[in-house]
């Protein structure tokens, strides 16, 4: 069954609409266009009358005395087109051609005088003007001297000529510009409204069935070309993080399953364990705390799986909280101690934090048992080594440095440290930075590792006090 495609089909789809703004413009084109044809058809028909009046005039001024016998008076206006000539030279005016009395008072027009709005609208006036209708044209003169010359003439004529005129040329011009649109339209439609339709037909498929082929971009270089190719690029970036997710899922299920079954082992073992610990043998006495150490991690290793794949963080209820305390606080649950990887505090008298208690405790020791398990790691179970926090108060912050001495992160995942399951330590489980990450984002800050080498590991926690 196709897809119908919103916006692109039916009276308020793209299509349409675009089709619609073609036919009002292609229709303003035409009106720009018969508005000053017809102005410029009107005026030289006016002066035509004029030009054809003026050589009048000078027929009956080659005449003796200027005298005119009232029949080729007559004859002479038929020719001109005109009911009235007359002439004004050296400010004196003079009728040369005299027409009977007129029913309407003739209206003028100077065509002298250079009036663009006058020109546009003279033409529209004499099609809609009375049937008895005239004119009184005035321009200056071409085959004589003068100031200027004067006709009367009759509208009629000239409003039939007019009318003619427009609708040969409205034809004409609908003509043309229909083409033109057409085509604009056709190009418009293979540039845009195709390329829209198969960007749109994409996302359409994508949404029904994200694992289904895309069809390949066209390889255009233009805007719609990089649309196509970053939508085919962002498709498949989806389709990737779709696959991760349900790989993560059954990843999660199979933990859970994992969990509940090795918990019920674990305790079988730990009551082995505890049989064992009441074993007179020195071997199995020394063999004891290394069992136990291992049963703990390979808990732990669950529960951190388990807890990660949790929902999202909860908001974190903020307030006011002694810094001194609450590093201490978890230093001890991180298994700092004097005799082995101890904790120094450089930390000011009365220094708080604005933070929830919870949230700070489990970033510091997730951070503080990172730096032990790789002094451990490096320099053995029983390894002395130190894991500084330093606080320095800003304007609106409260800066927290947890750095280490120990061996420092392998540059291979430096980038990707915070990225689950990318562990920093062997035998970690690539869990504890992105959790503790994700709640100094829960506050507004942000946890960065600041300096990673040979010397040691620090981290930068930024907690604002708002």
Do not use: C
Request: no cysteine; aromatic share 4%.
């Amino acid at each position: 069954m196709r897809s119908r495609l919103p916006g692109l089909r039916g009276p308020d789809g793209l299509s349409a609409r675009l089709l619609l703004l073609t036919g009002v413009f292609t229709l303003a084109v035409v009106v720009l266009i018969l508005a000053p044809s017809a102005a410029s058809f009107h005026e030289r028909w006016l002066l035509d009358r004029i030009r054809a009046a003026e050589l009048a005039s000078v027929g009956v001024e080659a005449l003796p005395y200027s005298l005119v016998e009232d029949d080729t008076a007559r004859q002479l206006l038929q020719i001109s087109g005109v009911q009235a000539v007359a002439v004004q030279e050296e400010g004196v005016r003079r009728l040369l051609l005299q027409a009977p009395a007129l029913p309407r008072t003739p209206e003028l027009i100077d065509l002298r005088q250079s009036d663009p709005g006058a020109r546009l609208t003279d033409p529209w006036r004499t099609l809609a003007g009375h049937p008895e209708r005239s004119v009184r044209v005035m321009a200056r003169p071409r085959y004589r001297s003068g100031d200027f010359i004067e006709v009367v003439a009759p509208a009629e004529p000239l409003k039939d000529d007019l009318r003619a005129y427009l609708v040969n040329s409205l034809l004409l011009s609908l003509v043309v510009a229909g083409a033109a649109g057409g085509l604009l339209y056709a190009a418009l439609a293979f540039l845009v409204l195709s390329p829209m339709r198969r960007v749109t037909i994409s996302i359409e498929r994508f949404r029904a069935d994200p694992e289904a082929a895309s069809e390949p971009p066209q390889g255009r270089r233009d805007e719609i070309g990089r649309v196509e190719d970053e939508l085919a690029r962002m498709q498949e970036e989806v389709r990737q993080a779709l696959r991760s997710r349900a790989r993560l899922a059954a990843l999660g299920e199979a933990v859970a399953r994992i969990n509940h079954d090795l918990r019920n082992m674990l305790t079988s073992a730990q009551m082995a364990s505890d049989r064992l610990a009441g074993s007179p043998d020195p071997q199995v006495a020394k063999a004891l705390p290394r069992l136990e150490r291992a049963l703990d991690r390979a808990a732990a290793l669950a529960t951190h799986v388990l807890d990660y794949g949790k929902t999202a963080e909860p908001e974190p209820e903020r307030q006011d909280l002694v810094l001194k305390t609450a590093v201490a606080a978890a230093a001890e649950d991180a298994g700092l101690e004097p005799r082995g990887v101890r904790l120094v505090r450089r930390i000011p008298a009365g220094a708080t934090i604005h933070a929830d208690p919870d949230q700070l405790h489990r970033i510091l020791v997730n951070l503080m048992r990172n730096a032990r398990h790789a002094i451990q790691s490096a320099r053995g179970e029983d390894a002395r080594g130190k894991v500084t926090v330093e606080a320095v108060t800003a304007d609106d912050t409260v800066i927290l440095t947890i750095a280490d001495d120990g061996p420092g992160i392998p540059p291979r995942v430096v980038e990707r440290l915070f990225q689950p399951f990318v562990a920093g330590s062997a035998g970690g489980t690539g869990l504890g930075l992105a959790i503790a990450r994700e709640l100094a984002a829960n506050h507004g800050g942000e946890l960065t590792l600041a300096s990673s080498g040979p010397e040691g590991t620090a981290f930068r926690l930024v907690i604002p006090k708002g």
